[in-house]
């Protein structure tokens, strides 16, 4: 049955729409100045759009609200509340008053907060951000809220996000006003992030506990096919997979999220979905949301969605490409270099700006991406190095190099591709390629950030790239601000090529994967943190801590606060890796081992009784081979339990982090080959759990 599909987008979402048609005119320009202007918005307000959120909320079948939140969980939290008010008379009316939709209260004890307040001081504020607007999901209305403590500091991801997107707005708008731009009132940041996942069937999930307890595969031998024959990227897709897709699309449309492109990724089970960009905070809630409704709807089709970073060895792990750019409020994207780049000063002076950030604050860009998860992915051949640095292109290079040399710049036409067939249309070639090993590439009109893991939040990595880029945009203003109209063609010019000779080591244009980038990038003085113990102490580094609170955008303590979280998080994740581990292969592996020794040695027997002189050399080869196998198991388990306690124990955060990296892990990895080496000796009826072949080609 055919679905009209724009009558069903944002059917479930409080939109501008829905606004006009159920507020007072009055009530509605003024929540409309709020969001657009950011502009304090008054209780009168808020009881109006109260009542109608409800009375749209309760038409459409919800019975609760709640304020939906993003802790230091990495996911999202709710408290669902009924819309029921006793009436007194055995009666209730269902009932929602602006204060409820404004503030909520929910206990704040049981979330990370890294020492920002002790268990006993419990209270937490959630605060509406009306710039994101409400939906509904399964019969509760749900709020996108910020998330404080008792005494005011941020306990989540929204909070900073959206000081980092006013700063970046007054830092751009006060730059393109002094170079002569001054229609322009805000800048929005936006972004698209694309999001890779893989899908497994649930009854094999189900059977592997280190997918349920830890997203990823902690052993398993290679299936006889991976990803080699390069044949399941933009293949065609499968009946099981196209139908989870066409209704995760539905799903999504309903909620006002605007997914846009599906297809296969590289590896087999292995997926991508693409949104149109949006706003930065609505397209960071948009993208929690999508992981969680991606979730529930594999669920009804009888599959998992796995988001972690690297389910599988030995075949590609999934990331999350971070689409970011400036747009003006009269509609301009400032990172579209127009036609002709060279003369566009004001996509120059903007692009350098983003160019000497990313040198500058390159350490915090990897902090932003930084996980237990991740550091499987990042310089694996699959993904972006560790090292961070900025991909333009040639004809962008070469602009650049022509400015630093005060040349002309002749320029490329734009140049027709004849690619041999005349029955084929002709198009244009693009200025810039897609180079897949770059970290931070420029895309023809917005930088693709692309070290992300698939289940990390966008926001990190955003309230990053915002504030260091207002922080160059702001040293730009300053260099400016006093020069005379008639001479700031000039000082514009001098600005852009002294950026240039400054931050130009940090442009590559050639092959991230190499070896030989990652020794010209130590050359160049630039960043390899390989591991999240590596990066992280780089987070409360003086010109970082100095960074964040120049501009309020974290506080002292709320930077320390986060420091601790990300450490304690990464070593509990290894911590339970190591106990699942330990466990999958004490209690489940090993017994199949020796079931599997005593069943060829009773064949051995069997024989022996029947032709006493037949040989058995085929079995006591796979007996011997199987026996040494199980004592070097038995060993790295003996070592893992050791040195997993030892870290365990260990009271230092970041000490505890690097002993997890360094030790735990590698007992894991030498644990891991032993198993994986037994494992292609046993039949499959007698392992237990599914093998790499069944979870990745079952679907």
Request: aromatic share 8%; proline share 5%; hydrophobic share 40%.
């Amino acid at each position: 049955m055919a679905q009209n599909i724009p009558e069903l987008y944002g059917s479930l979402v409080f939109n501008d729409k829905v606004m006009r048609s159920k507020l007072p005119k009055d009530m509605y320009k003024a929540l409309k100045k709020t969001i657009e202007n950011g502009t304090h918005l008054e209780l009168d307000v808020a009881n109006s759009v109260a009542v109608a959120m409800k009375e749209w909320a309760t038409e459409n079948g919800a019975t609760h609200y709640t304020h939906w939140f993003q802790p230091m969980t990495n996911v999202t939290a709710e408290k669902h509340d009924s819309f029921i008010s006793p009436t007194g008379d055995g009666q209730v009316i269902m009932d929602f008053s602006g204060k409820e939709l404004v503030k909520g209260e929910p206990d704040a004890s049981s979330f990370p907060s890294g020492g920002l307040r002790a268990t006993f001081e419990a209270r937490g504020y959630t605060a509406w951000d009306p710039t994101s607007p409400a939906f509904i999901k399964d019969g509760t209305l749900y709020i996108p809220t910020a998330f404080c403590s008792y005494s005011g500091e941020a306990l989540d991801k929204k909070t900073p996000l959206l000081r980092s997107m006013q700063t970046l707005d007054k830092e751009a708008t006060n730059l393109l006003h002094i170079i002569g731009n001054k229609d322009v009132k805000h800048v929005n940041t936006t972004v698209g992030p694309e999001q890779e996942y893989f899908l497994v069937d649930k009854e094999l999930y189900k059977q592997r506990k280190d997918l349920v307890f830890c997203g990823r595969t902690l052993i398993g031998a290679p299936a006889p096919k991976g990803q080699e024959m390069e044949d399941h990227y933009f293949g065609a897709l499968k009946p099981r997979v196209a139908a989870y897709m066409h209704d995760l699309d539905v799903e999504l449309w309903k909620l006002g999220i605007p997914a846009k492109t599906k297809h296969n990724e590289v590896a087999p089970a292995q997926h991508e979905l693409a949104p149109v960009f949006d706003t930065t905070n609505v397209a960071v809630d948009h993208n929690q949301l999508t992981m969680e409704v991606m979730k529930k709807v594999a669920d009804k089709h009888g599959l998992v969605c796995l988001l972690h970073e690297k389910p599988f060895e030995g075949i590609n792990g999934s990331g999350k490409h971070n689409n970011w750019s400036m747009i003006t409020d009269t509609g301009v994207n400032i990172l579209d270099p127009g036609k002709t780049p060279a003369e566009n000063t004001q996509f120059l002076i903007f692009l350098t700006a983003v160019i000497k950030a990313v040198d500058e604050y390159a350490d915090v860009l990897r902090i932003s991406v930084a996980s237990a998860g991740n550091d499987h992915r990042l310089g694996a051949n699959e993904a972006p190095p560790a090292v961070v640095s900025v991909f333009l292109g040639d004809e962008l290079t070469e602009v650049l190099k022509s400015i630093e040399n005060d040349e002309y710049f002749a320029g490329s036409r734009a140049v027709q591709m004849d690619i041999g067939a005349k029955v084929l249309p002709h198009f244009v070639k693009d200025n810039t390629d897609r180079n897949r090993t770059s970290p931070f590439a420029f895309t023809g009109n917005k930088f693709e950030f692309r070290m992300l893991g698939s289940e990390a939040s966008v926001a990190n990595p955003n309230i990053i790239l915002n504030t260091a880029v207002a922080e160059c945009v702001h040293q730009f203003a300053e260099q400016l601000k006093d020069v005379p109209e008639d001479k700031m063609e000039d000082a514009i010019h001098e600005l852009i090529k002294k950026t240039i000779i400054d931050h130009k080591r940090v442009i590559f244009n050639g092959n991230g994967y190499t070896d030989e980038w990652i020794e010209e990038a130590e050359k160049r003085g630039l960043f390899n943190l390989k591991s999240t113990p590596d990066a992280l102490p780089q987070w409360i580094a003086d010109k970082n801590i100095e960074l964040f609170t120049k501009y309020h955008i974290f506080t002292k303590e709320e930077i320390e606060s986060r420091y601790e979280i990300w450490l304690e998080s990464y070593s509990k994740i290894l911590n339970i890796e190591s106990n699942t581990m330990v466990e999958m292969v004490q209690k489940d592996f090993l017994p199949s081992v020796f079931a599997y020794i005593d069943k060829v040695a009773a064949t051995a027997v069997a024989k022996k009784s029947v032709v006493s002189d037949v040989s058995t050399a085929s079995e006591g080869k796979l007996i011997k081979e199987l026996s040494q196998l199980a004592d070097e198991i038995s060993t790295g388990l003996e070592t893992l339990k050791a040195d997993t306690a030892k870290a365990l124990a260990t009271e230092d955060p970041l000490a505890n982090a690097k002993a997890y990296q360094t030790v735990v892990l590698s007992d894991m990895d030498e644990l891991r080959k032993s198993v994986d080496a037994a494992e292609t000796l046993i039949p499959d009826a007698l392992l237990p759990y599914p093998t790499y072949d069944k979870l990745l080609f079952s679907v």
